[in-house]
């Protein structure tokens, strides 16, 4: 039987590898790029497999248009764009390819806190312009305002994978603590990498430097608003190299602006591309990223080949690289039993390997 898979990512072209892994197992691929829902309905129509990026969402409108459906497919760690309850209510597996740019995002959040705190791209441009010899009061000014980790309170909102790597570079630093908040995960757990776990406030309160590595939820939409940036110290940088939604980017600008807090560095927003004249394009101690701090040449091979290959598990029952609605194995399986359904043909996987 001939499986279709279509490939809808709105902001590139997909990597040869993952076609190339398609294709090399029998399976017909296709690519259109969409920037709407209705136009990912239209590409999908009879697809078995929908491979997608964060935008347009896939929305149960979309999922409900797409009977053939087995599988959502993310690139990358989060799946926020996708409608899980939908999917799993369906009988959809929602996959991503968790672990392949947790070296890079701890590097990037790390690289923005010194960035902002050493000042380098101001003391760059500030040197280009001739300012060393011309204008030393201007290079003085900087200097002045240099910034050391060491002997400050570094705090992580979210101890995953990611976040645990950040505390494992930014220990190196010499800081007097690093605290966490992250209600999912124990102090015995956070102990192996030397980390305090503490409540939301007590981040907020005590944190020189915070940064955000956690997922997009409905617990966390907007968790950083006006209020938790008015808690904040008023020295304290924020960094968040996660998703753009956990941030009230309103109270951010306000926060900024008013001095609430000094700096910040992002590399994510709530809608992607940032408009060219979004007015946090006009703050100065913003320092803002395009949505790149899990790429490497590294990280964009092997994502590209797990991309393809949980595309060619999902039809031929193999193990995923990583499935995020894990209850819809449950689904699947009633679904089996009533009879015909969009699983018919489809060899029952190894779930206990999935994960």
């Known amino acids: 039987m001939s499986y279709r898979v279509v ?13 190339n892994v398609i294709r090399e197992a029998g399976f017909e691929v296709e690519y259109a790029k969409c920037l709407t829902e209705n136009e990912v309905i239209t590409a999908a129509k009879d697809a078995d497999v929908l491979l997608v990026g964060t935008v347009p969402h896939t929305t149960r409108m979309v999922l409900e248009a797409l009977p053939n459906l087995k599988m959502v497919g993310r690139s990358g760690v989060g799946v926020d764009s996708v409608d899980l309850d939908a999917a799993t209510e ?3 597996c929602v996959t991503n390819t968790p672990g392949i740019n ?6 990037h959040a790390m690289a923005m806190l010194l960035s902002i705190t050493r000042k380098i791209p101001e003391q760059n441009a500030a040197l280009k312009n001739g300012a060393w010899s011309d204008r030393p009061d201007e290079v003085n000014r900087l200097q002045g305002q240099l910034r050391r980790i060491a002997g400050n309170t570094v705090g992580i909102f979210g101890l995953g994978n990611i976040g645990t790597a ?5 220990r190196g630093f010499g800081p007097e603590k690093i605290i966490a908040y992250d209600p999912y995960v124990p102090q015995t757990t956070a102990d192996l990498f030397g980390v305090q776990l503490v409540d939301f406030d007590t981040l907020l309160a005590e944190s020189d430097f915070i940064t955000v590595h956690s997922p997009a939820t409905v617990e966390t939409n907007h968790i950083f608003n006006i209020d938790a940036f008015r808690k904040m110290k008023t020295s304290a940088v924020f960094i968040n190299c996660a998703r753009g939604p956990i941030v009230d980017e309103a109270g951010l600008q306000e926060a900024l602006q008013t001095g609430e807090i000094a700096a910040a560095g992002i590399d ?5 591309p940032l408009d060219a004249e979004s007015p946090l394009l006009k703050i100065d101690n913003l320092t803002i990223s395009p949505h790149v701090a899990g790429a490497s040449e ?3 091979v092997e994502g590209a080949r797990r991309w393809g290959e949980n595309a060619v598990n999902i039809l031929t029952g193999k193990p995923l690289h990583g499935l ?14 009533q009879g015909p359904s969009r699983w018919d043909g489809i060899p029952d996987p190894v779930t206990e390997a999935w994960s």
Request: hydrophobic share 45%; glycine share 2%; no cysteine.
């Open 90 to 92: 369906f009988g959809i």
């Open 102 to 107: 947790t070296s890079e995002v701890a590097d």
């Open 298 to 300: 590294v990280s964009r």
């Open 268 to 272: 994510v927003t709530e809608v992607e």
């Open 7 to 19: 490939i809808t990512v709105s902001n590139r072209p997909p990597n040869e590898i993952t076609l």
């Open 166 to 170: 950040f505390a494992t570079r930014v």
């Open 324 to 337: 995020a609605n894990q209850e819809v194995l449950k689904r699947i399986a009633v679904l089996r039993s």
